[in-house]
């Protein structure tokens, strides 16, 4: 059974800080690593994905993947209010069709 | 932008009653999925459907739910007799690619309240 871990947070950060999510997972086998924004009552919406060793940016964000420690994060620079949400981890599947999430961590940025 | 559309937005139906939940997936997408989302818990796949078959199913996808494309631009879950645990948010998804291969669109999502 596959697991994603998080820390639910809140975390809260001022606004034009860095913010920094965290994400284990349980499968070595995993290769595709999303990060999903959700706003209250919202549905994800997909904020980057990675799938190779190393950071990946993408403006503000930089998804950050190291397979030999099974560690996913995510760093949001000169964060906004408006980036406050929760962030959902999710890895694929073994039939590599189903995405397994995390329970999200909660993000507030006050202004 | 193109984006998964889902209706209704909200279902209130009486416990043991059959549900249709509908979704119109992104248009040049091959792959759907159903989650499921009880509120204040996380995001859970049910199923995977491509090329009118199930690709993959969770252990809450069970003999009462079921997916059906009936057309060239619908996707539907039925669920056939619900229960008070099948409350929850219920969202679409679809992609080009399999899932752990290209990123998955999400639609709205329905709100479905079993009474």
């Known amino acids: 059974q596959k697991e994603v871990e998080q820390n639910s947070g809140p975390l809260s950060v001022p606004e034009g800080a860095i913010a920094s999510l965290n994400c284990t997972y349980s499968d070595r086998g995993s290769q595709s690593f999303f990060w999903y924004r959700q706003y209250s009552g919202k549905s994800p919406e997909l904020i980057m994905f990675?799938?190779?060793?190393g950071d990946k940016e993408d403006g503000r964000f930089t998804a950050q993947l190291n397979k030999a420690s099974q560690y996913v994060s995510l760093l949001i620079r000169d964060s906004q209010p408006s980036d406050s949400a929760t962030y959902l981890c999710?890895?694929?599947?073994?039939?590599?069709?189903?995405?397994?999430f995390g329970k999200g961590t909660t993000l507030s940025v006050s202004s | 932008e193109p984006e998964v559309t889902q209706t209704p937005s909200h279902q209130v139906t009486q416990m043991g009653q059959e549900v249709i939940l509908r979704c119109v997936p992104i248009?040049?997408?091959?792959?759907f999925y159903w989650y499921r989302q009880i509120l204040g818990q996380k995001v859970e796949f049910l199923v995977s459907?491509?090329?009118?078959?199930?690709?993959?199913k969770s252990e809450i996808f069970d003999d009462q739910f079921s997916v059906e494309r009936p057309d060239g631009s619908n996707f539907t879950l039925k669920i056939r007799s619900t229960k008070l645990e099948d409350s929850a948010m219920y969202f679409c998804?679809?992609?080009?690619?399999?899932?752990?291969?290209?990123?998955?669109?999400f639609g709205p999502g329905t709100r479905l309240t079993v009474l």
């Open positions: 459907f491509y090329n009118n078959e199930i690709s993959e």
């Open positions: 998804a679809s992609s080009e690619e399999p899932a752990g291969y290209n990123e998955q669109f």
């Open positions: 999710a890895v694929n599947g073994q039939a590599g069709t189903a995405l397994i």
């Open positions: 248009s040049n997408h091959l792959y």
């Open positions: 990675i799938y190779s060793n």
